[in-house]
């Protein structure tokens, strides 16, 4: 994600509250926020936060890999990369970088028209931005929030982990909130999707640049 700890406010509800009210009331805060242009809300793990556009290096990889990832998908028909919209499951909502689903997502869209439902997603990935609350997020929190959504695929990009990373999860074990497959490789060496609709499609230097560093 893009977000800047220092840069990020947060809503918390106390602690005391059961966990079906404090999903509510975080649910219908996130709902009324009205945010200036360049920022979006999310809701991870008991927190609202607030995220800025992200900063150059991270749009390019992102956009690198949206037009890569879009001419691989365009032989289905079916799915496609998508961008800047809720993925949402029982109250919760994320805006990953990146996520894979049907090319017209009214399929999976929610009944509320606030997003799409996280069981139509095939695969998200998130670009990993600096900071140790930013790194913390993708890298644990979203890992677990998005095993426990039974996301197929999750796809982390990482400048900040040694000379820069791609690690990819798949398997989840939603009730454990885990991924049972990992797979973590430098930049510069390729990496394949293991399943799913991108299957077989690589990530490359072309995507994440060269080691860093």
Avoid: C
């Avoid at 404090?22 to 360049?38: F, N, V």
């Avoid at 879009?70 to 993925?87: F, I, P, R, T």
Wanted: no cysteine; hydrophobic share 35%.
């Amino acid at each position: 994600m893009t977000a800047l700890a220092h840069e990020a406010p947060t809503t918390e509800v106390p602690e005391a509250m059961p966990p079906t009210e404090l999903d509510e009331a975080l649910w219908q805060a996130w709902k009324t926020l009205e945010l200036p242009e360049g920022f979006h809300a999310e809701i991870v793990e008991g927190f609202i936060e607030v995220s800025p556009t992200g900063r150059l290096e991270h749009g390019q990889i992102v956009n690198r890999l949206r037009r890569t990832l879009e001419k691989y998908l365009e032989s289905s028909g079916e799915y496609a990369a998508h961008q800047d919209v809720n993925v949402i499951r029982e109250l919760k909502s994320w805006i990953p970088d990146l996520f894979v689903a049907p090319e017209d997502l009214t399929e999976i869209a929610t009944d509320d028209g606030l997003g799409v439902a996280a069981s139509g997603v095939k695969l998200i990935v998130e670009v990993v931005s600096p900071g140790h609350e930013n790194e913390q997020r993708d890298r644990v929190r979203k890992r677990r929030a998005y095993a426990g959504a039974g996301i197929p695929v999750y796809v982390l990009i990482d400048d900040y982990d040694n000379h820069g990373t791609v690690t990819i999860l798949s398997s989840p074990s939603p009730d454990e909130e885990i991924y049972a497959a990992e797979s973590r490789t430098p930049y510069g060496t390729e990496v394949q999707i293991p399943e799913g609709p991108a299957k077989g499609f690589a990530i490359t230097k072309a995507v994440t640049g060269p080691p860093r560093g």
